[in-house]
């Protein structure tokens, strides 16, 4: 599975973005897909994922403000992103795992593939 992530850029504080992550060599329909973020001098962090059977999760910081969507149709996952402040500004990677624990969404080892990612920048 290759992951390509597309539709970050620079946005001002409270401004949106809407990231896409699209695969190929595979269908998504059966992986869990997440969405991990890692700002200069910062670990990676996981963000938000979907189940294949469309469960979300989402960290605490980025409630109420990103959402998480997928459309196996066209093999994409999207993060749909509102109210950015310069916190959310990172590198944004999306990454598929087949037997992901939901309880461990949030752990980049449970992802098999892994995207290069795309860079955010919200400016204040």
């Known amino acids: 599975v290759q992951l390509v992530e597309s539709g970050g850029g620079l946005v001002q504080s409270g401004g949106s973005l809407r990231l896409s992550c699209a695969a190929s060599?595979?269908?998504?329909?059966?992986?869990?897909i997440g969405w991990f973020r890692q700002a200069p001098g910062k670990a990676r962090e996981a963000v938000s994922s979907i189940t294949s059977a469309g469960v979300t999760h989402y960290r605490d910081p980025v409630k109420g403000r990103f959402t998480i969507s997928r459309d196996n149709a066209k093999s994409t996952v999207y993060l749909q992103m509102q109210s950015l402040t310069p916190e959310d500004t990172a590198v944004y990677s999306c990454a598929a795992g087949l037997s992901v624990y939901e309880g461990a969404w949030f752990v980049g080892r449970e992802y098999d593939y892994w995207g290069q990612g795309t860079q955010v920048t919200v400016s204040s």
């Open positions: 060599g595979s269908a998504l329909d059966d992986y869990t």
